[in-house]
């Protein structure tokens, strides 16, 4: 299989302000071309976009409005792991040897139509993924004994990582008492609980090992992958206090690139909600099962950036379609150590972890410098 | 590069019948697992759906719904080439070694939100595709002598092949006086020569070298890819009386299949209007520049079907997110020596032509048995 490596990236700053889903993915492209040696439009063989917006042909008018005239073009949907699915899909092009450079452009709004998953009846009134994140948040705590306050941690870490993060849509901290006094959405969520839908695009440059270089010295490549979809509404879940997809993703990804989850340096987690960053830690066993609250709890305390020192979905905002991408691009900057005051000592292996709805499909990506 | 063959396919009739979008890919879904020797739900890698449908997750619904728990499960839309870049992408999973066996899954309602590109207001009022198939056919007759009478060859043919189409959403023949009669829409397109949205679906089974002889003892391979996009809007086009995205696409897939024009015995090519068959026979090199109108003629008056057999888009009906794939698999029914009363004669080696919106992007691929 031929390597395929990340060459360059761009963000736009995540932000409630209205901007159209094209002048997003524009304006995080742009600082790829900025900042990249040698790149020219030409260079380009595929573009893929990630969003659930509903415009169409929306990889072919980037083409257009970036001068670029790529082979293939086309978006890549399937919801809040979109961003990570195209990432892998440009991947594949790549180490097909179909392609030698492919951008990935990620985008959405904060209205998106992908917000909520219309088609699982079965929920009725109850389909907004608070129900479902507060049903793993009563099965999490009758298995393991979590506290609300055990939530918040999650919550108040993130906010505090995300200061850091000149991207962020927040720029404020959370005490652990504000966050367990804001407003109760169900029983047990709270609205600091939640990661909220923003406007923002993450864009991302992979190129081939025989080409990549003629970009950037430092490459950092994506060693490891893993995808599974269990379902897509989550009464198929074998139980729900753990991530049965993000499992299996994360023993492929670990297998692909010979790493062990002890060998982790730092991970970016799809918390969508404070309850998902501890089970996603157990199920991608960078913790025991059980082990994520007492983990999260020591990282607040010891102020270690391991885990979503970009802020995660809930200190740094959630626009869907960007969100895998942005994660990617944190473990990016972080393996090359450009991460400023979010940077994490000595980082040389990372994973990212993006998952949709009630983790129902799960990507894992194992990346090395 | 791994190897990469088709190993089975499904259809629904096309029909202007309502059914939803998830009925319609269950449909074709069902007798790939009915007629498939050894085929297991478990065996599949990847499904990718191809649509214009505004439903999200719609893979993994597909997935839940056909008992499948793919690795990877995701949405691909560009506009009417959606078909092909989901086989394309499809086969760069497979190539790549990241999958075995993938299900490709298309379909699309006859009142698809892909029907007109919104996006480009240059065109102001004339954004349907009748007027850049207008202009198309005003160019293409300026530099050719191309005539009405011409065109009116084009969809009597695809009209009368496709009558041994059991799947064709229309099943009667138009004489060339008919066609030359019915309703004008713009000064030179009439409503004989389009095409018609219609509800339908269409999915293929592609798997490795390595595994493809467990489910089929004939594999008919995709032994050439090419793609390209000049842009969304048309008004970037060098000229308008041929296919520029077409005749690079073409050039790549010629390239990497080791095949010439003149190897090809049968080709499905997208005519979504009477002058895009006559245009894309020339952008394909099948027949010299300003050779396609009289080499349809010929065609027709020898009852010959080396060229949409199945009836093209004009005889069947067009099913936005269906059609690449549909076209696919006629191609994979006539390599196999399957294809009825459509049988082209020794066909070994075939193409298919997909493109969207004025041919600004386009796919082609050989196949070979």
Same mark, same amino acid.
Request: hydrophobic share 35%.
């Given at each position: 299989?031929?390597?395929?490596?990340?060459?360059a990236?761009?963000?736009?700053?995540?932000?409630?302000?209205?901007i159209?889903? /094209?002048?997003?993915?524009i304006?995080?492209?742009?600082?790829?071309?900025? %900042?990249?040696?040698?790149l020219t439009?030409?260079?380009?063989?595929?573009?893929?976009? $990630?969003?659930?917006s509903?415009?169409?042909?929306?990889?072919?008018?980037?083409?257009?409005?970036?001068g670029? =005239?790529?082979?293939?073009?086309?978006?890549?949907?399937?919801l809040?792991?979109?961003?990570t699915?195209?990432?892998? $899909?440009?991947? =594949?092009?790549?180490?097909?040897?179909?392609a030698?450079?492919?951008?990935?452009?990620?985008?959405e709004?904060?209205d998106?139509?992908?917000?909520v998953?219309?088609?699982?009846?079965?929920?009725g009134?109850?389909?907004?993924?608070?129900?479902?994140?507060s049903l793993?948040?009563?099965?999490?705590?009758?298995?393991?004994?979590?506290?609300?306050?055990?939530?918040a941690?999650? =919550?108040?870490?993130?906010?505090?990582?995300a200061l850091?993060?000149?991207?962020?849509c927040?720029?404020?901290?959370? =005490?652990? /008492?504000?966050?367990?006094?804001?407003k109760?959405?169900?029983? %047990?969520?709270? @609205?600091?609980?939640?990661?909220?839908?923003?406007n923002?695009s993450?864009?991302?440059?992979l190129?081939s /090992?025989?080409?990549?270089?003629?970009?950037?010295?430092?490459?950092?490549?994506?060693?490891?992958?893993?995808q599974?979809?269990?379902?897509?509404?989550?009464?198929?879940?074998?139980?729900?206090?753990?991530?049965?997809?993000?499992s299996?993703?994360?023993?492929?990804?670990?297998?692909?690139?010979?790493?062990?989850p002890?060998?982790?340096?730092?991970a970016?987690?799809?918390?969508?909600?404070?309850?998902?960053?501890?089970?996603?830690?157990?199920s @991608?066993?960078?913790?025991?099962p059980?082990?994520?609250?007492v983990?999260?709890?020591?990282?607040?305390e010891?102020?270690?950036?391991?885990?979503?020192p970009?802020?995660?979905?809930?200190?740094?905002?959630?626009?869907?379609?960007?969100?895998?991408?942005?994660?990617?691009?944190?473990?990016y900057?972080?393996l090359?150590g450009?991460?400023?005051?979010?940077?994490v000592?000595?980082a040389?292996?990372?994973?990212?972890?993006?998952?949709?709805?009630?983790?129902t $499909? $799960?990507?894992?990506l194992?990346?090395?410098s």
């Amino acid at each position: 299989m031929r390597k395929v490596g990340i060459a360059a990236s761009g963000l736009t700053k995540f932000t409630k302000e209205d901007i159209s889903i /094209e002048s997003l993915m524009i304006s995080s492209i742009k600082p790829i071309f900025d %900042n990249t040696k040698n790149l020219t439009q030409k260079d380009i063989d595929v573009v893929l976009t $990630s969003t659930n917006s509903n415009e169409k042909y929306l990889a072919n008018i980037i083409s257009e409005l970036a001068g670029i =005239s790529p082979k293939t073009a086309h978006s890549v949907e399937s919801l809040c792991n979109s961003g990570t699915n195209c990432i892998v $899909s440009a991947f =594949s092009y790549i180490s097909s040897g179909l392609a030698d450079v492919a951008l990935v452009v990620g985008a959405e709004k904060s209205d998106s139509p992908g917000l909520v998953l219309d088609w699982d009846k079965s929920r009725g009134q109850y389909k907004h993924p608070i129900y479902w994140s507060s049903l793993f948040t009563s099965s999490h705590m009758r298995k393991y004994g979590t506290t609300m306050e055990d939530l918040a941690y999650v =919550s108040t870490k993130n906010h505090k990582n995300a200061l850091d993060n000149p991207y962020s849509c927040f720029d404020r901290s959370y =005490s652990l /008492e504000e966050v367990m006094s804001s407003k109760n959405l169900t029983d %047990n969520i709270r @609205l600091l609980d939640c990661s909220m839908p923003c406007n923002g695009s993450a864009s991302i440059l992979l190129a081939s /090992e025989e080409v990549i270089r003629n970009f950037t010295d430092e490459p950092i490549w994506l060693s490891g992958i893993g995808q599974k979809s269990i379902s897509a509404g989550f009464t198929k879940n074998s139980e729900l206090s753990s991530m049965q997809s993000t499992s299996s993703a994360a023993s492929d990804a670990y297998l692909m690139s010979h790493t062990l989850p002890s060998d982790i340096d730092m991970a970016e987690v799809h918390d969508a909600f404070s309850i998902c960053e501890i089970m996603a830690l157990e199920s @991608l066993k960078l913790v025991k099962p059980g082990g994520g609250a007492v983990f999260v709890k020591e990282l607040y305390e010891t102020n270690n950036k391991k885990i979503n020192p970009r802020g995660g979905l809930i200190g740094t905002g959630h626009p869907l379609g960007a969100t895998g991408i942005a994660q990617t691009i944190e473990t990016y900057q972080q393996l090359q150590g450009e991460a400023g005051k979010r940077q994490v000592e000595k980082a040389k292996t990372a994973l990212v972890h993006n998952m949709s709805a009630a983790a129902t $499909s $799960s990507t894992v990506l194992i990346l090395k410098s």
